[in-house]
């Protein structure tokens, strides 16, 4: 079957007050309606490369994502926030170019980008049952009612979900209770978890080990020495007087 978006050669691009981009006219207004279709810029795209990246190892198809999307590149800038792009053949992957990439949702039950969403759900659904030991396997079927149940809430209030946004829920998607940085999350610290066992024996030699005492005994130790301290100097203030009256400095050889 010929692919629709052969005669979308260019389209206008509009940003909007989100900081997203909007396409705002096409070269194909016939079969694409622009109400609400957004456009994944080169910065974004370079986010979700990073992000599909360790998925990978869990049968990500790099193929099924540049299938998705139709790459674009600056032509002109239009001004007040408009741009105009032209359609390229670049790989979004391999491309030095800074692309936009519009995602192909001409049919959007059976089409690619609908089959990338499927395929990118599947693999993080993978990965997170591979890194997470769950009280039960996460399926696919829970992932996307989840995330449809936040889309369903956008709707509601008239928001239009950004194809950046939408990706980025899959590609991002962590259950509740855990982080969100696609690795195995830390464990409750036990204080006593890295801690070898003791035997009574040893346990008993431990308490008796002079050094390891210096909370009370070093606190004996400076009281006494304070204590020791002041008799001394009540004692050379006394051989001081002493000196005076007597004009017999006979204490002060003591100190030298």
């Given amino acids: 079957m010929a692919k629709a978006t052969s005669t979308l050669d260019w389209c206008v691009i509009r940003l909007g007050e ?17 109400d609400g279709l957004s456009i994944v810029d080169p910065r974004q795209v370079s986010h979700l490369i990073e992000l599909v990246e360790p998925l990978r190892d869990y049968g990500f198809d790099q193929d099924v994502f540049e299938a998705a999307f139709i790459p674009f590149r600056i032509e002109k800038d239009l001004g007040n926030g408009k741009v105009r792009l032209k359609r390229v053949k670049d790989s979004l992957f391999e ?28 693999c993080r659904v993978k990965m997170l049952n591979d ?6 396997k996460l399926t696919v079927d829970e992932v996307e009612d989840e995330i449809r149940e936040d889309q369903n809430a956008s709707f509601i ?5 950004h194809t950046f946004e939408e990706l980025s829920a899959i590609l991002d998607f962590m259950p509740a209770g855990y982080e969100s ?28 080990d ?3 005492k210096w909370d009370e005994d070093d606190e004996d130790s400076d009281d006494e020495e304070k204590k020791e301290g002041d008799e001394e100097d009540e004692d050379d203030d006394g051989d001081e007087d002493d ?13 030298r």
């Fill in 18 to 34: 989100d900081h997203n981009w909007w396409v705002h006219e096409t070269s194909d207004p016939v079969r694409w309606d622009v």
């Fill in 95 to 122: 491309s030095d170019d800074k692309l936009f990439a519009l995602a192909d949702t001409l049919d959007e039950e059976n089409g690619p980008y609908a089959d990338l969403l499927d395929h990118l759900t599947r």
């Fill in 210 to 212: 002079d050094s390891l």
């Fill in 157 to 161: 209030e008239g928001k239009a979900i």
């Fill in 181 to 208: 940085d696609d690795e195995a999350p830390a464990k409750e610290i036990d204080e006593d978890e890295d801690l070898p066992e003791l035997d009574a024996e040893e346990e008993e030699k431990l308490k008796n």
């Fill in 243 to 255: 000196a005076d009256e007597d004009e017999r400095p006979a204490k002060r050889s003591r100190r």
């Fill in 131 to 136: 890194l997470f030991e769950f009280e039960s």
